[in-house]
């Protein structure tokens, strides 16, 4: 699907009066808006959303606020909170972290043409249109070595611990940690990483005016000085339930992995880790008590019989799932055990990124896209879905013209 009027050239200010009305005017990861969207453009579909001029699927989700949506008063709103506005067409947009994302979009494009219409029950995998941005850290490169961390709000003592520590030791390897901003295993995932002196985004389900918890003010400030915050929703927005499901799944795109510490039976962290999975990324989870009710998600998650969560006790096995430096600068220590760190890597994938993988030729040449789509038989869709997590994994490095074998993987 090709837009017709492409962000880069609209005039920058109408550009962005158009994203915040989009982004105003629906609930995120709206299918319809979406496929609107990126076929006329963002002035153009917000010019049409607001004079009612659209097709009925379209109409229904954005038509009880195409009218009263204020795109200035939220810009003016963001300004005074230290908020910036990034769209596609932002240097800063994570076009690499979000990958997978758009290729999920596609796909789901193509069922929706097809008339599946009915919603996931887990949600839409679709890109967000906007993202309301507060701190300096670059979010574009975010997903080059990334971790999403999640867990239960309601987390035990021994919960907290492992998600500070985890944490604590992956920034100190420059690996930046997600998560989304809630008590328990998010906020220790969150203090472990400034703890650390590294860099964290935190995901919120509402505008981030609005911390929540509001308890969590604090934590919000201190990630902003560090990091970075994320919202799809503009200022002054609640954080609904719907929302927290539909910023699940940036949590679990911004990840190169996601770390499911502790949840029970029906935890939200759950979903996370079934949009990771959806996404391609690996799904790693920490055992706990067997008589711990709280552990019993991540208990689940390692006992699935079909593509089951990678059970990690340690930073250093979390650290072959995301694309640490230190994967490379310990591949003659894998080596000397016989290519361990290349083998957890490996057996992260799935098989569509093994395939590609093994589409690759020698160590030394570089291919693009197009290229790994023809050597590996894949649709360059799931090439593009494939690539990040492959780098991820440490076992590719991009290249000048494309992507290369890693030493670890050569």
Do not use: K
């Not at 999920?104 to 996931?120: E, H, I, Y």
């Not at 996404?279 to 008589?291: F, I, K, N, S």
């Amino acid at each position: 699907m090709t837009s017709t009027v492409t962000p880069g050239h609209a005039d920058r200010e109408e550009h962005l009066l158009a994203a915040a009305y989009l982004s105003r005017v629906a609930e995120p990861a709206s299918v319809p808006l979406w496929m609107f969207v990126q076929h006329y453009g963002y002035p153009a579909a917000a010019a049409a959303v607001r004079a009612g001029e659209v097709p009925a699927e379209v109409a229904a989700c954005t038509e009880a606020r195409r009218t009263a949506a204020d795109p200035e008063a939220d810009l003016a709103a963001a300004e005074r909170n230290g908020i910036r506005l990034l769209t596609p067409a932002d240097a800063d947009w994570p076009h690499f972290a979000f990958a997978a994302l758009q290729a999920t979009g596609q796909r789901r494009v193509a069922q929706w043409q097809a008339g599946v219409r009915s919603r996931p029950q887990r949600g839409e995998l679709i890109p967000p249109l906007a993202l309301w941005v507060r701190g300096s850290a670059p979010l574009a490169t975010v997903g080059l070595r990334s971790v999403a961390v999640v867990g239960s709000r309601a987390a035990t003592a021994y919960g907290e611990h492992i998600a500070s520590e985890f944490s604590y030791g992956l920034a100190q390897r420059e690996v930046v940690v997600v998560s989304g901003g809630a008590y328990g295993i998010d906020a220790a995932a969150h203090r472990g990483a400034l703890a650390a002196g590294g860099s964290s985004v935190l995901v919120s389900a509402g505008g981030l005016d609005r911390p929540y918890p509001s308890g969590h003010r604090h934590l919000y400030d201190r990630t902003a000085e560090q990091g970075v915050l994320v919202s799809e929703r503009p200022p002054g927005s609640a954080p609904h339930r719907q929302r927290f499901l539909s910023r699940n799944r940036l949590i679990a795109a911004l990840g190169a992995a996601t770390l499911v510490v502790e949840a029970a039976h029906r935890s939200g962290a759950l979903n996370s880790a079934g949009y990771a999975r959806d996404l391609g990324r690996p799904v790693l989870a920490v055992p706990g008590p067997v008589t711990s009710a709280m552990s019993s998600g991540c208990h689940r998650l390692i006992q699935r019989e079909e593509d089951p969560a990678r059970l990690v006790t340690s930073v250093a096995e979390v650290l072959s799932y995301c694309g640490s430096a230190e994967i490379e600068q310990d591949a003659g220590a894998a080596a000397a055990t016989g290519g361990s760190l290349t083998q957890r890597a490996y057996d992260s994938l799935d098989l569509v990124a093994r395939s590609v993988l093994d589409g690759f030729p020698g160590r030394g040449r570089s291919v693009t896209e197009a290229e790994l789509s023809r050597l590996s038989g894949q649709p360059i869709s799931q090439v593009i879905a494939a690539l990040p997590v492959l780098q991820g994994a440490g076992l590719i490095t991009a290249a000048r013209e494309g992507y290369r074998l890693s030493s670890v993987a050569s």
